[in-house]
């Protein structure tokens, strides 16, 4: 059983900043990619960025230049830094890993409770 908890979410200004952090508990064989995933209210959740366990990263065109992920794989915690917010980045954000609980067991995605975000112009 893998559990995520995330933390810092709040309310912000726009142009202020925020920094998420998700730390990962349980048995973990492998991790894929650790994540930050958003949904607003009356939209699909989306991707906000992503970064593999060889460090590669990839981020929404939207957040592009402003959020920065990283991780520390030791811990296997991860965060989302997020600089020169916008309302529209008003949303829950869900940490997410990507990985192996067992051995031969399936790689599967794994979701963090959510922490709310929100950005006021």
């Known amino acids: 059983q893998v559990h995520l908890v995330e933390s810092g979410g709040g309310l912000a200004q726009a142009g202020e900043s925020l920094r998420l952090s998700c730390a990962a508990s349980?048995?973990?064989?492998?991790?894929?990619?650790m994540g930050w995933y958003r949904q607003a209210p009356g939209k699909q959740r989306e991707l906000v960025a992503a970064?593999?366990?060889?460090?590669?990263?990839n981020y929404a065109d939207s957040v592009k230049g402003r959020f920065t992920i990283s991780r520390d794989n030791s811990k296997n915690t991860w965060n989302l830094q997020m600089n020169s917010l916008k309302s529209e980045d008003t949303a829950v954000y869900y940490c997410?890993?990507?990985?192996?609980?067992?051995?031969?067991?399936?790689?599967?995605?794994?979701w963090g409770q959510g922490t709310q975000v929100t950005v006021s112009s």
């Open positions: 997410n890993l990507h990985g192996r609980t067992s051995y031969g067991g399936y790689t599967l995605h794994y």
């Open positions: 970064i593999t366990s060889g460090g590669s990263t």
């Open positions: 349980g048995i973990i064989i492998s991790i894929d990619a």
